[in-house]
């Protein structure tokens, strides 16, 4: 199934477009912004993805995909609707997010990493997410949850769950 | 002494997000002095009077930094912000482009207008999609309002400014990887020289600053460099977020003139130790910075001298603290574990040496150290920092080494009896204890 930009994606593209020069060094500065709107679209970055990517950005597939698996952030697989990103940096485990992390996955039956069988949730291990004053520090997709505690996760993952 | 204000100042108002607010308590005020009043020339003068420097960690003065740019070059000048705050421990820059994101662009315009620059970006890291967000609205207001685009403050300068979203990648805050990654490529750091002010961004002469070195600009042209310098100590101007985390009974983010006591900033700002316990030691600027114990505190001041003459670095500011019950080999074994992470992989010394370091502290805490492998790790130091091309390979050697030498009896402990067994030997102890106390 190829993959393309739908209009919104697009219309978003052509406002990065309009922050770089207008050459092919400029075009290339898109490939990183391009990566990002494809995955807010699709997902996470398929082949067919770093091949519409090339493409737009007049650059290599293999330059895409070189730049894909350089970057934590891009994701290569589909995860669950909540990503659960806890960071387990020196001062978030200082506080006790190491067994938040591991108590957490226990309860969702998955393993570090893994996929709910649901589809809803997927509990990773981050680095410092810049917010150590408040730790410590759960990303559930773009936004920061500080000050977490075992009981805080539980309450939220029950959140998500109601949610449509 | 108390906090001292000067970046932070009404930060937490409701509302000081908005261009209204910050203007109704002085912002762009900077920009029309230096616009309508100064000359590029002067406003050098003011910055280099203010000794301002860097922020991002490794201090360099930036009046010296921004005189390196020839003004009336020919062709495109670019202008970054670094955002991409990755060092464990650090969280300041993310609370000025939430809270106060216009002082950011203040700063960054005052600097384009001095220096001759064209084109900003700020480069944020991926996972701050709300400060990039923030950002990003400030910026169209600052649009809106004139301050940016063509013809500023009817001076006939152009400047135009724009937010970048990285990916996940702590190298990318190297400031020639992060040129790099907006280049659209990996981000790998490039070797220096030729600095980012011959060939930086796509190869032209461009200047670098982190977001707190901006932030002082536009306050030092509105109350003058010698007003902020004051602030300081002589060689270390103004002042500083610091940002404390860990065990320690009021976290967050503080501005503190530069020079203020260890132990004011400590025992009177935040609080101490958390739950009245005692201290094991610090990190003072992020976790690439050495650890210092108790005894090294005495006397220190918070500036660039002091925290250096002590054996560490200021850094980016970032305080963690431990307490008493702090194992030193998880942490020295989890900030390994970051470094080994995100070294890019482009040298040699530096990605084998940090997947050694990781294999070796990981089997120490493990329980299946070696005798030998405290020397090891001395000995592989002394190939790693001096071979790579970027500061990467020092910013996790230096603080490993500061671990292992100044906790060597703990990490003895784990050699020697085992982790599971270093456990079960302070457990008898603790019901030896028990019994004789009955
Ligand atoms: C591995 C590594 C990571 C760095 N991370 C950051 C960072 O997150 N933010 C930052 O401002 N500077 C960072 N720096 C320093 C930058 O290379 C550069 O010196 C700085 O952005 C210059 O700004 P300043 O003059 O305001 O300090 C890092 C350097 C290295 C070697
Ligand atoms: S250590 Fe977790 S946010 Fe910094």
């Known amino acids: 199934m190829a993959f393309s930009f739908n209009e919104s994606s697009m219309n978003e593209f052509h406002k990065w477009g309009k922050k770089f020069p207008e050459n092919p060094e400029g075009r290339r500065s898109l490939v990183i912004p391009a990566l990002w709107i494809s995955q807010w679209q699709n997902g996470y970055i398929s082949k067919d993805v770093v091949n519409y990517v090339a493409e737009i950005t007049g650059t290599e597939p293999l330059h895409v995909w070189g730049v894909t698996t350089f970057y934590t952030m891009f994701k290569r697989e589909k995860t669950g609707k909540f990503f659960l990103q806890f960071c387990t940096n020196i001062t978030c485990t200082l506080m006790g997010a190491d067994q938040i992390f591991v108590n957490t996955c226990k309860k969702l039956g998955i393993k570090p990493g893994e996929t709910t069988s649901d589809g809803k949730f997927t509990a990773v291990e981050v680095e410092c997410l810049g917010a150590c004053g408040s730790s410590p520090t759960l990303q559930v997709n773009d936004k920061y949850y500080t000050h977490m505690t075992e009981s805080e996760v539980e309450k939220l993952i029950a959140e998500f769950r109601g949610a449509k | ?438």
């Not at chain 2, 090294?296 to 500036?303: A, I, Q, R």
């Open chain 2, 1 to 438: 002494m108390a906090e001292n204000k000067v970046i932070l100042d009404h930060i937490d108002d409701a509302g000081e997000q908005a261009i209204e607010a910050y203007q109704a308590h002085g912002g762009y005020k900077g920009l029309e002095k230096a616009m309508k009043q100064m000359t590029p020339a002067q406003i050098l003068d003011e910055i280099k009077i203010s000794n301002l420097r860097g922020r991002g960690g490794a201090g360099f003065p930036a009046g010296i930094k921004w005189s390196f740019i020839k003004r009336d070059a020919p062709g495109p000048k670019y202008l970054i912000c670094n955002a991409d705050e990755g060092e464990p421990g650090t969280f300041k820059d993310r609370k000025i482009m939430t809270s106060k994101p216009h002082i950011i662009i203040e700063g960054m315009i005052i600097a384009a207008y001095c220096m001759g620059l064209d084109t900003g970006y700020i480069y944020i890291r991926g996972e701050f999609f709300e400060p990039y967000q923030a950002m990003d609205k400030a910026i169209e207001e600052a649009y809106s309002k004139g301050f940016l685009g063509k013809n500023i403050l009817g001076t006939g300068f152009n400047f135009d400014l724009h937010t970048y979203l990285g990916a996940g990648a702590y190298i990318c805050g190297d400031e020639t990887a992060l040129m790099n990654s907006l280049e659209g490529k990996r981000g790998y750091p490039r070797l220096k020289p030729p600095f980012p002010a011959q060939f930086g961004l796509y190869g032209r002469p461009t200047t670098v600053h982190n977001v707190e070195t901006f932030a002082a600009v536009a306050p030092i042209i509105a109350n003058g460099g010698k007003w902020y310098s004051e602030l300081g100590t002589p060689k270390s101007g103004g002042t500083k977020l610091f940002g404390i985390s860990g065990h320690v009974e009021r976290p967050g983010v503080y501005e503190l003139s530069l020079g203020t006591p260890w132990k004011e900033f400590f025992e009177d700002i935040a609080g101490g130790v958390r739950g009245g316990k005692k201290l094991k030691a610090i990190i003072p600027g992020g976790s690439s910075t050495p650890v210092l114990l108790p005894h090294e505190l005495e006397g220190m001041l918070l500036d660039y001298e002091s925290i250096q003459s002590k054996g560490s670095m200021l850094g980016t500011g970032a305080v963690i603290v431990f307490d008493e019950t702090t194992d030193m080999v998880k942490v020295a074994y989890r900030a390994m574990k970051f470094y080994a992470h995100e070294s890019c992989g482009q040298c040699t010394p530096c990605r084998e040496g940090c997947d050694w370091y990781y294999d070796i502290l990981g089997r120490i805490y493990h329980g299946e150290g070696r005798i030998e492998d405290l020397d090891t790790l001395e000995d592989l130091a002394k190939y790693i920092g001096p071979n790579t091309i970027c500061a990467f390979g020092d910013a996790f050697v230096t603080p490993m080494l500061a671990f292992i030498r100044k906790f060597r009896s703990e990490f003895m402990d784990y050699i020697e009896k085992g982790k599971y067994g270093l456990q079960a030997v302070l457990d008898a102890e603790k019901k030896s204890e028990e019994i004789n106390h009955a």
